[in-house]
Each structure stands twice: as C-alpha cells, then as structure tokens.
C-alpha cells in the first residue's frame, strides 16, 4: 500500500529533515512524500536540504516539492537587486554561506532548476497541499499564487475545498497545538528552525493514511 507524507517547513535544517525522513518514516520508494515548502534560509544547511532532495529524486523515491515564500524570495533575489536585499534580511544570508557564495550569480543551474520547478499547489482526490494557505475569497482558490505563499489567519471554506483536506504550513505552531487540530485544515510547521522559541523547534510530518502526526525535535 502507497504510504503519503507531508512535511512542514525545514528551514536549512538537513540533519533533522534526514532524521524524520530515514529514521522516523523510514521512507520507501513506494511512498509519497509532499514538502510543504521553506527547504531554504535561517538554518545553516540550506545547500543541504535541497542536495537531500535532490538525491533522493534522482534515487527513485518520490519528493513532490512545493514552493514556499523563502525558495520565492530567493528567485526574486536572482533577478532583482532590491529583492536581494529584502531576501538578505530574511534568511538569505544563512543561504548564501550554505551554498559558499558571495553572489548569486554563482549558485550553479541546477539549484535555481529545482526552485523554478517548485509548485504553488498540488491537489488530489482527498487533499491539497499547499505552503501558506489558500484565498478563500477568491471563486477560484487556486488563483491567487500570492496567497498560496504569504496567506495567515484565513478560514477555510468547506464548499471551495469539496471533500478535501487542506495542508499547509507556513506559520509556526507548537506541537500541542498541531497534534490537537481538528476540521478540514492542518498546520503542519513545527517551527523546525526556531529552537529559541518556546514551544517551537519540531519538524513535523502527518501520515495522510494513517492520519496521524510524527515529529522530531531539531537534531543540528
């Protein structure tokens, strides 16, 4: 039976991402695993998130990989040098020292490959899976690219979602009030990166077949 993962927000954290992947999930080629997005910035292993990644694609297990606001940031950044500076001040730097460059016009091809080739949505028969949230104002939610990003405090719309479950992350929780959600949305950021922050410092996953959370402390 196909197992289906999603994870929350890594944030440059490549040891504990590994730790919940392998030792945790022990994940199989057969499974399904949805990244939620922020693979990138404010941890110190950024280059190495993405490698993981990377790797384990090229191995033959199955990582969809969505964008988040951070892997968007730094796109921006590759092209426009005032958004080099907003990305610089919010994590971007951390990145940068990751990858040992000092400009982006250094990072090789097939990293801005992989953030280009990030997705704002995916969408099953019983899920969607997207970073930040969805614009339920819009009559069509999957419109507004933007929301998908950068969206908080929004409230599902049981009509626009059908039957489906949304997951997302994006806005760090703690794990008490992760594992105690309940309704047709789920926050699955742990706050992996913020080990400073009471309550915080979880890398999470939820197991959509089994309908439960697994989690692992921050590990760096």
Known sequence: MERIFAIGDIHGCARTFETLLINQLQIQKSDSIYCIGDYIDRGEKSKEVIDFILQLNWDG???????????????????????????????GKATMQSF???????LPDKYEFFLNRTEFYFKTEEYIFVHAGLNFEFENIFEDEEAMLWIRDFSPVQPALGNR?????????????????????????????????RHLGNLVAFDLNEKKFISVSNCE
């Open 100 to 106: 040992g460059i000092d400009s982006l016009n250094d």
């Open 61 to 91: 297990y199955h990582i969809n990989t969505l964008r988040g606001n951070h892997e968007q940031m730094m796109l921006d950044a590759i092209s426009d040098e005032a958004a080099l500076d907003i990305w610089m001040k919010n994590g």
């Open 165 to 197: 479950l949304l997951i997302h992350g994006h806005t760090p929780k703690s794990l008490k009030h992760i594992l105690n959600q309940k309704g047709n949305c789920l926050n699955i950021d742990g706050g992996c990166v913020y080990t400073n922050r």
